[in-house]
């Protein structure tokens, strides 16, 4: 491994004095030493300055902005993009943090000089870094892949946990960096299948990266912003050529039914995030929409809904035989 190699690791933040922290050292702690963590703040209100500039490293540079929210994301990312100088780009958020081995693991998925994109399975953890799961569970479905079979794959859904990514620079650039549609909260499904289109991606079955999951984001991870995000990989379906549309062997309709099962599914756990929170009136619309729209699977879980729901609890218990996260896990 040639330490010659830099990673310019980009960590968007907000507010995450509990948690950056053991964001920087898990990078401080890293085998591999050869890097640079451009940190940008997008306004925090917070500690979070003072915590970063408290540890004394060249590599570490903080960066600094008015608060612009989840809407401005990909303009976060490409700012920090632009003052970046490695041959390789890593995102690291500002509430999760890396294995030790994270670089030194990853970096040699690069001999192969068409990879663009390697990554791995996430451990997902509770606020304090107490591991609850990894996902996802198998990484082997996605790996030895086409080009053409991989954008099929994150065509109906996207597996690739954003902070087990390393990308080539070159190719980001290639592609004018970070992807944020209008109406999308989020940059890394069109931003990978941008990608897809100039290279390969490499699956590797390690866990690379811990995603933290906090109270606070309960509903707005349950909300259904997928679905848009959906939608987007629709439209950009029928962009393609038509020789790679026709080597997916997969239409729009397919791709349409597939949303509404997404659809469902999300109103679903939205009705059960509002639940745990006890907002029992909001729970029960969300349930009945998801019997109205869903497949038999979730029409029974939203009649369990519904019934918790007047009387006044919430559905966990349901989440062990359905062998979902629970959501009390997440506290």
Known sequence: MDERIRVSIITPTYNHEGFIGQCVESVLAQ????????????GSTDRTEEIVRGYDDDRIRYIRQENKG??????????ALKCSNGEFIAVLEGDDFWPAYKL???????????????????????????????????????MNRSRNETLKKLLFCNPIPSPTVMCRKSALDLIGGFKQ?????????????????????????????????????ITATMKPSVNAGRGYAVKF??????????????TVDDLL???????????????RAFLFEGKWSRAK????????????????????????SYCRTDVEWLASITKEMRLDELT
């Not at 085998?31 to 997008?42: A, F, G």
């Not at 809407?71 to 700012?79: F, H, I, P, Q, S």
């Not at 039914?257 to 009705?271: A, M, P």
Request: glycine fraction near 8%; include cysteine.
């Open 31 to 42: 085998t591999y030493t050869n890097w640079e963590q451009i940190i940008i703040d997008d």
């Open 70 to 79: 989840i809407w401005c994301l990909g303009e976060l990312y490409n700012n």
């Open 104 to 142: 030194e693991r990853q970096i040699p998925a690069f001999l192969h000089t068409d990879v663009v994109m390697s990554w791995g399975k996430a451990c997902l953890t509770n606020s304090f870094g107490k591991p609850i799961l990894a996902s996802p569970e198998n990484v082997r479905e996605y």
């Open 181 to 217: 549609p209008e109406g999308l909260p989020y940059v890394d499904l069109p931003t990978w299948l941008d990608l897809c289109l100039v290279g390969d991606f490499l699956a590797i079955d390690d866990i690379l990266g811990c995603y933290r999951r906090h109270g606070q984001q």
């Open 237 to 250: 379906f029928m962009q393609l050529p038509p020789d790679i549309k026709q080597s997916m062997g997969i």
């Open 257 to 271: 039914n597939h949303i509404d099962k997404v659809k469902s599914e999300l109103l679903y756990q939205s009705g």
């Open 285 to 308: 619309g969300e349930f009945k929409e998801a019997l109205r729209k869903g497949c038999p699977t979730t029409r029974m879980k939203a009649v369990a809904g519904l019934v918790c």
